[in-house]
Structure formats: structure tokens, C-alpha cells
């Protein structure tokens, strides 16, 4: 065989294995990805009480500014700053001396005003006599009788100017007119106290009382007119003057109404600037864990108790400030569902519109899944599915 017949033979036998290359290493058209495995579960049915949430903050129910009623140098200071104090405790003494010599002196003035009365009693005990003995005249008489009105109403004068400096005595030591917490010391011991009851006096301190506190909020005017409605139906509604109707309240730092309180005001009048009437509740705090200030959330009752649909607040998705849940229908597509969402209920949430109780929803996979997306469902509680036959080459 010829050199050119050997190389025409090869390159026959050379297409025949390319050929047979490609026939084994042809591409094939991708598998379908399996559709996605999701946990599905009908909306909880469950009678629960609608509320309303608020923002609002803690105030004092007694606020005292501390003033002097007597003006003088402060002598001493009987508290240390922020602590708590009781009713009737010491807080600031001012300098006694130049009272208790104004006290000395009063009490010297009455007993000379006493004396004088004694002696103008006397004399006209003995001019009584002398008259109906035609000894003196009636003039003199009547003299004597003025002499002892005026000795009388000295000793009255004395005995009160005698009160004033004893109470101004005891106003040179001030105590707490309320139990609470008590600020700081706006003056130091040696400066002069401007007192009195008008004009400009000094503050010395500040004292709010923090057991019970109030919480003060705004209500809007559309909901305002929904609780008065609820209140003449007869159901427990914070716009009734009449009752005491339980509220809860959470802290800006805590994830649950745990608070419990009651409400014991609401105002008389709506603002005219923002539309809303203000509203006010009372709690305990023994622990001192609510400050006159700090800011809270509160939850009030809004409407009687009911039955509502409630699902996973896991299962909740956003959309900008829309919400929606993923319903799985007969054809195992999800599809959202807009909806409007309540109060949240031990991890549940209140859905007002948008499902029914025979939907589908899916509680958990909703990371792995996307709007009209074929899906697996699988019912909440059931086994798992076993894992998918990998296709035959």
C-alpha cells in the first residue's frame, strides 16, 4: 500500500473516532430545577380582643417645687441628690437664730400686753364700785371700760404676732411635702434664701412622686369617636368616664405588652392643631423601673372580643409599605395576597382582610421562593419529603 493510501486511511479512521467522540459527549437539554419545598398551613382561628397601640410618656402624678416661705442664709442640707425621700423629711434648714430672737421678743411684747389687761381689769373692778357710789363720774367710767377693750385687743395682736414667729421659726426647716424622688440642690449652704409666698423666691430642689406614675398619650379623632360608640353599646372602651378599663404597656426596649395598668382620664375637650384628645393611665411602680419622661408604647382595647384569623408573623412579607402572605393554590403556584394586618398575639398576627380560613399559606421557605413560582407544598407538622431520584443519564 501506497504512502497517499495509508494517509487517506487514516484520516478516514480519524473522522470515524471524532464522530464517535461527539456522539458520546453530546450536550443534552438541562433537567428542570424541582420546585422548591415549602411549609404550608391554614390561618389559626382564634377569639381575640382587638386593640390599639399608642406612643406617649411617663409623667408625675405630683410635681413640688421646693421654695423657702422665709427668706434668710441657708444653713444646712439633709438630703444627698436623687435620692428618694419621704413625706415630712428634713431638706434644708436656714439659719434659725434671727427667728428665735424675733419669737423671744414677741413673747416679751404679750406678756406686757398681758399685764396691762390684768391692770385695766382691776381698775375698772374698783371704778364699778365708785360710780354707783357717785365717787367718780361716768366719763371716768366709760374711760376705764375703753382702757380695758384696748388692753384686750393688744394681748389679741400680741398672741398672733407670737403664731407669725413661730410659724416663720418653723419655716426655716424645710421638709418634703410629697414622697418621691427629689433632683438635684439648685443652692449650696451659705447663700441667701429669697422666701415669702409671691415675687421672685429661690428653688431649691424639685421632688416628682414615682409610685403610682402616669402614662399620657394622644388619641386620634377618628378612633376617639369609635371608643364612645363601643362605650354606649355597652363594651369596655377607654372613653368611658365611668369605668377603669385595664390597659397594657411595653418599653421601647422590651417585645411584649407585659405592663398592666388602667385608665383614669380621658380630656374634655379634642385639640384644634392636630385633631386628637388626650388620654391618661395609671401604673404601678413599686420597682421604680418607669420615670417621669421616658417614652412607651400602650396597648388599649379596641373593639369586643371576636373571632380572627391569625398567621406566623414569619410568614408576613413587604412590599414598600404594603404587606402580603404567599397563598399556594391547587396548582401548587404561589401567588401573594395582600392583606391587613392587626394586633400581634403570642407570635401570631391578626389578619383583618385578605384570607380566608381555607388558605394555604406558607409559613416557612419564603426565602427560596418567588411570585407565581411552582412550589412543594408540604402541610406544617407532616414528615418531611424524601430526597429526589437524580434523572437517568
Known amino acids: ?171 426655716t426647716e424645710l421638709r418634703a411635702p410629697i414622697s418621691g424622688r427629689i433632683g438635684d440642690r439648685r443652692v449650696s449652704p451659705g447663700n441667701l434664701v429669697t422666701g415669702g409666698v409671691t415675687g421672685n423666691t429661690t428653688l431649691l430642689a424639685t421632688i416628682v412622686s414615682t409610685d403610682p406614675i402616669r402614662f399620657e398619650f394622644t388619641i386620634d379623632e377618628a378612633s376617639f369617636i369609635r371608643y364612645q360608640r363601643l362605650a354606649k353599646e355597652g363594651v369596655d372602651s377607654i372613653s368611658s368616664r365611668e369605668g377603669r378599663t385595664p390597659v397594657l404597656l411595653r418599653l421601647i426596649d422590651e417585645k411584649t405588652f407585659g405592663h398592666k395598668g388602667q385608665m383614669d382620664f380621658i380630656d374634655n375637650v379634642v385639640e384644634k392643631g392636630s385633631g386628637t384628645i388626650r388620654g391618661r393611665a395609671v401604673f404601678e411602680n413599686a420597682n421604680g423601673l418607669f420615670t417621669p419622661g421616658v417614652f412607651a408604647r400602650i396597648q388599649v382595647p379596641a373593639a369586643a372580643a371576636g373571632e380572627a384569623l391569625m398567621v406566623p408573623d414569619t410568614a408576613i412579607a ?20 395582600y392583606v391587613v394586618l392587626g394586633q400581634l398575639v403570642d407570635g401570631l398576627r391578626v389578619v383583618k382582610e385578605g384570607l380566608s380560613p381555607q388558605d394555604r399559606v406558607v409559613v416557612n421557605g419564603l426565602a427560596r421562593i418567588r411570585p407565581m413560582m411552582k412550589v412543594t407544598p408540604q402541610p406544617q407538622g407532616a414528615a418531611p419529603p424524601g430526597p429526589t431520584a437524580a434523572p437517568a443519564k
Do not use: W
Open 318 to 337: 413587604s412590599e414598600q409599605i404594603r404587606k402580603f402572605v404567599y397563598v399556594v393554590g391547587d396548582d401548587d403556584i404561589a401567588k401573594p395576597r
Open 1 to 171: 500500500m501506497g504512502a497517499g493510501a495509508r494517509r487517506t486511511g487514516l484520516f478516514v479512521l480519524g473522522l470515524v473516532a471524532f464522530g464517535l467522540l461527539a456522539g458520546c459527549g453530546g450536550s443534552q437539554p438541562p433537567a428542570p430545577p424541582a420546585a422548591p419545598a415549602v411549609t404550608v398551613a391554614n390561618p389559626v382561628r382564634k377569639v381575640v380582643a382587638e386593640t390599639d397601640e399608642y406612643v406617649g410618656r411617663f409623667v408625675a402624678i405630683d410635681a413640688v417645687e421646693v421654695r423657702a416661705r422665709v427668706s434668710g442664709y441657708l444653713d444646712a442640707i439633709h438630703f444627698t441628690d436623687g435620692q428618694l425621700v419621704k413625706q415630712g423629711d428634713l431638706l434644708f434648714t436656714i439659719d434659725r437664730r434671727p427667728f428665735e430672737a424675733t419669737l423671744a421678743q414677741a413673747k416679751a411684747n404679750l406678756a406686757q400686753a398681758k399685764a396691762n389687761l390684768a391692770f385695766s381689769e382691776s381698775d375698772l373692778n374698783r371704778a364699778q364700785q365708785l360710780v354707783r357710789d357717785k365717787t367718780i363720774t361716768e366719763q371716768t367710767f366709760d374711760q376705764r371700760v375703753q382702757a380695758k377693750r384696748v388692753a384686750e385687743a393688744n394681748v389679741a395682736a400680741q398672741e398672733a404676732a407670737v403664731k407669725q414667729t413661730e410659724l416663720d421659726l418653723a419655716f
